[in-house]
């Protein structure tokens, strides 16, 4: 049998379009595992931003509860803070009242020389009630009459006096 050169010729298309449908073939199949490939990563990146995510609210949800937190402790700090100023007021009420009794004890005692005083300060003393400078500032005449608060401001006065020089 004779195979005519024009069948010949449609033997050599034919098989180039084989190998053409090959490579192609191979490359869709290259292409179908690039896919898979890619599908399988969005995949996990998918559940990884899910992760994510839910970590996120987690985070948003303690964020929450420690901004409540803290606004309930600014709230108390606030309250401390106004009763620590309350409380400073009335510690100088009473130093001011203390200091006032003192410089009267300390006037009849020293220069009234009224020994009622002198009985009732020495009282006073055994019974706790003055300690040893509330004592002495009552019963000596070379003792001034200060609140405590007023000997360090003094001190510090003539510290930062000294320093200057």
């Known amino acids: 049998m004779l195979i005519s050169n024009e069948d010949v010729q449609k033997i050599k298309n034919y098989t180039e379009d084989v190998k ?11 292409l179908n595992m690039a896919i898979k490939d890619f599908e399988h990563s ?3 990146i998918e559940k990884e931003n899910r992760s ?10 303690e964020i929450g509860s420690l901004k409540k937190e803290l606004s309930t402790k600014d709230k108390i700090i606030g309250r401390l803070q106004a009763e620590k100023e309350k409380l400073k007021q009335e510690l ?3 130093k001011g009242f203390w200091h ?6 300390h006037k009849r005692i020293c220069y009234d020389k009224d020994n009622n005083y002198k009985i009732v300060s020495d009282d006073l003393y055994k019974n706790g009630i003055f300690d040893n400078n509330d004592n002495e500032i009552a019963n000596n005449i070379a003792r001034r009459v200060t609140i ?18």
Not at 52 to 61: A, H, V
Not at 150 to 159: G, P
């Open 20 to 30: 053409d449908i090959t490579k192609t073939v191979r490359s869709v199949n290259d």
């Open 148 to 165: 405590p608060d007023e000997n360090k401001e003094s001190k510090n006065k003539k510290k930062n006096n000294d320093t200057r020089f």
């Open 100 to 105: 006032s009794i003192m410089s009267h004890f």
């Open 42 to 44: 969005a995949f996990e």
């Open 52 to 61: 994510l995510k839910y970590e996120i609210e987690l985070k948003d949800n």
């Open 92 to 94: 100088q009420k009473f």
